[in-house]
């Protein structure tokens, strides 16, 4: 079955360091998303990336945090300067996108464990 | 604002002991509930998505409910593999549409042999 994935799964990092999480989205998917969740908190929302361009962002997505989509299958959150309270579980979803209901079926990769120190 | 409120936060079941999940929301005009597992260290695993009043979906041993206020979550003969973390999301209207997911904060069970 097709699946998401994530790369690396942990990433350990200090403070003020840019980091780049990599995802591959599964093939024909044209909805793509990150969420985080900051340990024992709920999954937040942080963007969602449509036609090459980004169709919805948190207040959580502020000037530090861009996302791209470099070629036809990888899609990538940079945080530019990284700060204590980015550390979180990052998990990037994507979703077939049919119809009406871009959000019927997201499908969630394993997730980038973060740690800023 | 849009809210999702999931109760119990925890629950402990014996093996083949039926119960429910509940799942409260408060959003302005539905366009979706969704159901998600999620395992220790993994990303939430699709189960159910409901969009009226009066839907249900089964899958295995699990059955969603929707009402205009909750939905319920129901495990009947629950087994240890069932143990996982149960989130409720509902679909939210952002600044260009209904782009984006709000999770509760789930409710952890843990089926016991």
């Known amino acids: 079955e097709p699946e998401v994935t994530q790369t690396p799964s942990h990433q350990v990092t200090q403070m003020g360091q840019e980091v780049i999480l990599r995802c591959v989205p599964i093939?024909?998917?044209?909805?793509f998303y990150w969420y985080r969740q900051i340990l024992g908190q709920k999954v937040e929302f942080l963007v969602s990336?449509?036609?090459?361009?980004?169709?919805?962002k948190s207040e959580i997505f502020d000037d530090q945090f861009s996302v791209e989509r470099p070629d036809g299958s990888n899609f990538t959150l940079k945080i530019r300067s990284t700060k204590l309270e980015d550390s979180a579980m990052y998990f990037c979803?994507?979703?077939?996108?049919?119809?009406?209901?871009?959000?019927?079926?997201?499908?969630f990769g394993s997730g980038t464990q973060l740690s800023v120190l | 604002e849009d809210q999702v409120t999931q109760s119990p936060e925890a629950l402990r079941l014996q093996e083949g002991e039926s119960s429910s999940l509940n799942c409260s929301y408060t959003?302005?005009?539905?366009?979706?509930l969704f159901w998600y597992r999620q395992d220790p260290g993994k990303g939430p695993e699709f189960l159910f998505t409901?969009?009226?009043a009066g839907e249900e979906k089964e899958k295995e041993r699990l059955k969603a409910t929707l009402t205009k206020k909750e939905s319920f979550l129901h495990i009947t003969a629950p087994k240890p593999e069932d143990s996982a973390t149960y989130l409720c999301?509902?679909?939210?209207?952002?600044?260009?549409?209904?782009?984006?997911?709000?999770f509760g904060a789930g409710t952890r069970l843990a089926v016991h042999p």
């Open positions: 979803a994507s979703s077939p996108g049919a119809g009406i209901y871009p959000l019927e079926k997201l499908f």
């Open positions: 093939s024909n998917h044209l909805y």
């Open positions: 990336f449509y036609n090459n361009e980004i169709s919805e």
């Open positions: 959003v302005s005009g539905l366009r979706g």
């Open positions: 409901l969009y009226s």
């Open positions: 999301a509902v679909q939210a209207e952002g600044e260009k549409g209904y782009n984006k997911l709000i």
